[in-house]
Structures are given as C-alpha cells and as structure tokens.
C-alpha cells in the first residue's frame, strides 16, 4: 500500500509494537 509520511510513520509503529507483543507472548 502507499503511505503517507504521517501514516507510514503510524502504520509503522503499529506493526513494531504488534511484533514486539507477539514475540514476547509467543
């Protein structure tokens, strides 16, 4: 998909942070 500056910032943050809790719950 194509983000914008400010969404792909926020979009960005959201997949790290769904990473990070997944890993650590897994």
């Known amino acids: ?3 914008d500056g400010g969404d ?3 979009s960005g943050l959201f ?3 769904e ?3 997944t890993h650590q719950n897994n």
């Open 15 to 17: 997949i790290s942070r």
């Open 8 to 10: 792909k910032a926020m």
């Open 19 to 21: 990473d990070g809790d």
């Open 1 to 3: 998909m194509i983000y």
